[in-house]
């Protein structure tokens, strides 16, 4: 009897991943959509760079021989002081014709090529000066960012130690150079650097708010708190802080205390902050404040009605509270005034297959290929919802661009082999989860569709090596397991190990009927009756109405000999599925009658026979 049908091999339900994209997935790929969404601080924050060079009003040059030098030095100090680097450059580099011995004007122009993104150049010239006598301690420091910027840590960390020798009562000095010793992980000897510095400014918020970044890199977020919340105190409107505390309760899990930091940067130093305002609002709504967030969203409006970026933030909103309406509205709106936002509308498409509003969802999606006919979440939205409307030629279509524009995503691969399978294609199928495997071979769901197809071609060994290679890659695959087990057990194999295999996945899904029944199925083929029909007996229970659990059922009462159970189970099994034609001959053959000529199973066949016709009467 053919068991594993399109609602037992569960690879068909897509996955909670697949089918039902939840809004949480959407909020992250909306997140570059508006300038707003782009503020969202990490999930901790971000390791610490050592400044490289700030620009500062460049020191005066000292007196040159040729009074030509002089003058381009002072036409570039001029250009540098109202910030026209180009300018600048090129004034230096015709004082440095004049005066190619000049260890100042090379330092300059190493500053100004690295602040113009000239990397290669700056570090040239700074390979020229760096070691050589006379300069400053601003200018080392400078230098010194430079280099630690261009991934040269030791030439950096020399110039800081030449600039602390000078000037060892800066403590920006020290500040660089914990930020780098930080950024080689030399965490003890960081903190004791910063530690330096914060002893010559004890009021520094920067010195304790590098030393909680270094807090964060070691891992010790308890630290990392303290001084974060230190420099706070010390500076109540140093926002840096507050964000990065902020990201240190969230990587710590405590969304709570994140909330209530930015409140307290809004309600006492700057209650206008948008960027705050937004990570905010972010929190609140991961932690499902949604009226809380509307509230924020609200006022930011009535500040500022033509505000974008609050107004998609409502919209996400109200999608997470199920409001589609609502939703739908404010996406609708938004894109009239921005109809080229893809993502936008791609959300909008989410919502409206949750109000299975279809048709208005495949417009959608539609609408975004005309836009940008490569548009990878295009295809792969579109190709899923015309597969999960069993339009599958036109998913095929969709699903196949969509694996060749992003090869490494494994769901475009998944569900165009499920809609190859669903139109019997099991060939093409086999060869979309192979393609998928190629490129994601550690992806199990992907190996274990790869050998539900290899069943449809009769290639049992592929099979099980398929479904092995799943359970090797996810140990609590609760779907191969059931797979595998009943495999086994309708083919009579291997039951001991049918039975282990069904009860592991009956323990990772309780109320999975089909799992269940496949248990049941294996204990019959063990001989264990009695188990068998008390879990057969709950797949009923559990699943309902199902053709090839209420054959199973028959069968297991037919081996008690429960004649007229059995005879009724299975009756029932045809009444579900009356084009079962082995099933019609088993009943024959065990003495139980002609099923043909019972007037439940003759009703049973015409209801099939006016439901194939009905579609082309229409």
Same mark, same amino acid.
């Given at each position: ?53 700030? &620009? ?86 400078q230098i010194g960012g430079m280099y630690a910027a261009a991934g040269k840590p030791d030439k950096a960390l020399r110039l800081f130690n030449r600039a602390i020798e000078q000037e060892p009562q800066r403590s920006e000095h020290f500040f660089a150079k914990g930020l780098l010793l930080a950024n080689q992980k030399q965490y003890a000897e960081a903190e004791e650097t910063i530690r330096s510095g914060i002893k010559i400014s004890p009021d520094s918020a920067v010195g304790y708010y590098y030393l909680g970044r270094i807090g964060v890199e070691a891992r010790d977020f308890d630290k990392a708190t303290t001084h974060f919340e230190q420099a706070v105190a010390l500076n ?136 940008? &006919? ?35 995503? &494994? ?98 899904? &309780? ?108």
């Amino acid at each position: 009897m053919q068991r594993l049908s399109e609602e037992r091999r569960r690879s068909c339900t897509l996955g909670p991943s697949m089918g039902t994209r939840t809004a949480a997935v959407l909020l992250m790929a909306l997140s570059c959509a508006t300038a707003a969404c782009q503020s969202a601080p990490p999930a901790r924050p971000d390791p610490p760079v050592v400044p490289a060079s700030v &620009p500062q009003a460049p020191r005066a040059m000292p007196p040159a021989s040729d009074s030509r030098a002089s003058y381009h030095f002072l036409l570039g100090y001029q250009a540098e002081l109202e910030q026209e680097t180009e300018q600048a450059i090129k004034e230096y580099q015709l004082a440095l014709q004049t005066d190619p011995s000049s260890n100042y004007l090379k330092a300059r122009l190493a500053v100004l090529y690295f602040t113009a993104g000239d990397v290669q150049a700056a570090v040239r010239f700074a390979d020229d000066v760096a070691d050589a006598p006379g300069l400053d301690a601003q200018m080392l420091g400078q230098i010194g960012g430079m280099y630690a910027a261009a991934g040269k840590p030791d030439k950096a960390l020399r110039l800081f130690n030449r600039a602390i020798e000078q000037e060892p009562q800066r403590s920006e000095h020290f500040f660089a150079k914990g930020l780098l010793l930080a950024n080689q992980k030399q965490y003890a000897e960081a903190e004791e650097t910063i530690r330096s510095g914060i002893k010559i400014s004890p009021d520094s918020a920067v010195g304790y708010y590098y030393l909680g970044r270094i807090g964060v890199e070691a891992r010790d977020f308890d630290k990392a708190t303290t001084h974060f919340e230190q420099a706070v105190a010390l500076n109540p409107a140093f926002e840096p802080a507050y964000v990065a505390l902020g990201s240190v309760y969230e990587a710590k899990q405590d969304r709570g205390k994140a909330i209530d930091i930015y409140r307290r940067y809004l309600q006492g130093v700057n209650p206008k902050n948008r960027e705050i305002r937004h990570h905010l609002i972010r929190l609140q709504v991961s932690a499902k404040q949604y009226d809380e967030a509307l509230r924020e969203l609200q006022e930011m409006l009535e500040e500022d009605p033509s505000d974008l970026d609050a107004q998609l933030r409502m919209g996400l909103v109200y999608g997470e509270q199920k409001n589609y309406p609502k939703a739908i509205q404010q996406l609708t709106q938004i894109l009239t005034l921005r109809p080229s936002e893809l993502k936008v509308r791609d959300y909008l498409g989410y919502l409206y297959e949750e109000t299975k509003d279809y048709p208005h969802a495949i417009e959608a999606y539609r609408h975004n290929l005309t836009l940008e &006919p490569s548009y990878f979440e295009g295809h792969l939205h579109l190709g899923v919802l015309l597969y999960r409307t069993k339009q599958y030629p036109e998913a095929i279509q969709h699903l196949r661009e969509a694996s060749r524009l992003n090869p490494k995503q &494994p769901e475009a691969h998944i569900v165009l082999g499920l809609s190859h399978f669903q139109v019997e294609e099991y060939e093409p199928s086999l060869q979309a989860f192979l393609e998928g495997i190629r490129h994601n071979p550690d992806n199990a769901d992907l190996h274990f569709n790869a050998g539900t197809a290899y069943d449809k071609l009769n290639r049992f060994d592929d099979v099980v090596k398929s479904m092995e290679t799943t359970l090797t890659l996810d140990p609590h695959h609760a779907d191969a397991l059931n797979y595998l087990g009943y495999s086994y057990a309708e083919r009579g194999v291997k039951i001991e190990e049918a039975i282990a295999l069904t009860k592991q996945a009956v323990a990772l899904r &309780p109320t999975n009927g089909y799992y269940v029944d496949s248990l049941a199925w294996a204990f019959f083929k063990k001989g264990m009756l009695s188990e068998a029909l008390a879990e057969m007996k709950r797949a009923v229970a559990l699943v309902g109405d199902d053709p090839v659990i209420y054959e199973h059922l028959g069968e297991i009462h037919l081996k008690q000999q429960h004649l007229s159970d059995g005879r009724e189970a299975l009756l029932h099994a045809l009444e579900l599925d009356p084009s079962n034609d082995k099933l019609m001959q088993r009943f024959r053959e065990l003495g139980l009658g002609d099923p043909a000529k019972e007037d439940r199973i003759r009703q049973a066949i015409r209801r099939v026979t006016e439901r194939k016709a009905a579609p082309s009467a229409q």
